[in-house]
């Protein structure tokens, strides 16, 4: 069941104890809420999409970083963060134009997913007696809600007062890409004034359905300084993983971590041991965690340029992909960039994979009457 997150309290509790922020402490320093002063938010056109207008929203907040949003898919195209010298650069994957993120072979460059981000294997699921049957998209499987998932739909946005946050919504109609009840969703993304991108996710429906909402950012903190992530230095606050098949779906089994390849409970760069895991990294972590709280999932470290990422969050897991797909062939790219294979990663925090279909996995069933909420926080400094 989704309940009401203490997220407040975790803040509030951290600014009166002063909480230490040491890298591998899970408990370490919330991020603080911004104030209202000194935001902007501009707008301009990114061409259209199904004859709709798409606008780019560029956020920027007191001390100059800067996050901008589509509303197609309600991708981050954009996002600039301070290196040890001070020097902005931009740390995501992004296109120059809609073109781009309308390409066929676009591998979900910073765009939301949903209405079930990862996998649902065999594309079906059973709830409450009835089966559903939805379009596989990925061996036979549902891939980040099928073929037209929400990273591939016009949102409607709106600034929020105070200029820090854009708000984005839509509603899912009962039966698209195959899922049950219609589904009104509503994420916020703001930029705090300690430099994090939050993203807040809240959802409602009519009638029972899986959830699991995530962003699909890709992020490669050198800002073009590094063409891999492969000597990113990698903290997941994760003792455990689940295991999965030949197509990527969980086998069922929760393993421990400990010792191998898929051990990043202490710092290590991600190239270390790629090679021992066939494709490379594309699992689900499980979270050391109880309940819902916002939590440190990880950081990421890039020694070129300083820029060190903390990932907080809702979620009881996290999916850590190392680009194993990209190739350097997708078109468009800002400014003529080559994505290679490694080229930047993606830290999706989530429910497990196939969680419709695996009843010891923690529940993603949203009922009416319910609310979905999950938070994640990307937050940015140097060391
Ligand atoms: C997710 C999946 C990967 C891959 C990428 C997009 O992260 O887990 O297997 O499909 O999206 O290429």
């Known amino acids: 069941m989704y309940k009401s997150l203490p997220i407040l309290s975790v803040l509030t509790m951290c600014a009166l104890t002063a909480c230490n ?13 911004q ?32 996050v901008s949003i589509i509303n197609y898919g309600g991708a981050v195209t954009k996002l600039l963060a301070p290196d040890r010298e001070k020097q902005m650069g931009d740390v995501v994957t992004g296109y120059a134009s809609i073109e781009g993120f309308t390409q066929k072979e ?5 765009g939301l997913i949903g209405r079930y981000g990862n996998r649902i294997g065999g594309a079906r699921f059973t709830l409450e007696g009835k089966t559903y049957t ?6 036979g499987n549902t891939l980040h809600g099928g073929p037209k998932g929400f990273d591939k739909v016009v949102w409607n946005a709106e600034k929020v007062a105070g200029d820090s946050s854009l708000k984005l919504t839509y509603r899912s109609k009962d039966g698209e890409q195959g899922f049950p009840g219609n589904l009104d969703v509503t994420v916020v993304y703001t930029l705090t004034s300690d430099n994090a991108l939050k993203i807040d996710y809240t959802a409602t429906t009519d009638k029972a359905t899986p959830v699991n909402l995530t962003s699909h950012a890709y992020f490669n903190l050198s800002a073009g300084r590094d063409s891999t992530i492969l000597n990113h230095q990698l903290h997941l606050n994760a ?9 990527l779906i969980p086998t069922g089994q929760i393993a421990a971590v400990k010792g191998g390849p898929m051990d990043f409970t202490t710092e290590k760069p991600i190239g270390r ?21 916002l939590t440190k999932a990880a950081s990421l470290y890039d020694s070129v340029s300083g820029r060190y990422m903390e990932v907080y969050t809702t979620e009881p897991a996290i999916q850590f992909y190392s680009g194993n797909f990209l190739n350097g062939t997708l078109k468009d790219t800002k400014g003529g960039q080559n994505y290679v294979k490694h080229g930047a990663l ?8 196939d969680a419709p279909n695996q009843p010891s996995f923690p529940n993603t069933v949203l009922k009416p009457g319910e609310t979905y909420k999950q938070t994640t926080l990307y937050r940015f400094s140097v060391r």
């Open 106 to 110: 676009n591998p979900y460059f910073g």
């Open 346 to 353: 993606c830290l999706e925090t989530q429910h497990y994979p």
């Open 35 to 66: 104030t209202a002063t000194g935001y902007k938010i501009t707008e301009q056109s990114f061409g259209s999409f199904e004859g709709q207008p798409i606008t780019e929203y560029t956020l920027t907040n007191p001390s100059g970083m800067q």
């Open 239 to 247: 003792d455990r993983y689940t295991p999965v098949n030949d197509v």
């Open 134 to 139: 939805l379009p596989a998209n990925d061996n």
């Open 273 to 293: 041991d790629i090679s021992q895991v066939k494709g490379g990294y594309d699992h689900n972590w499980v979270l050391n965690k109880e309940g819902n709280g």
């Open 21 to 33: 922020n040491e890298s591998n402490n899970p408990t370490a320093q919330a991020p603080a809420e």
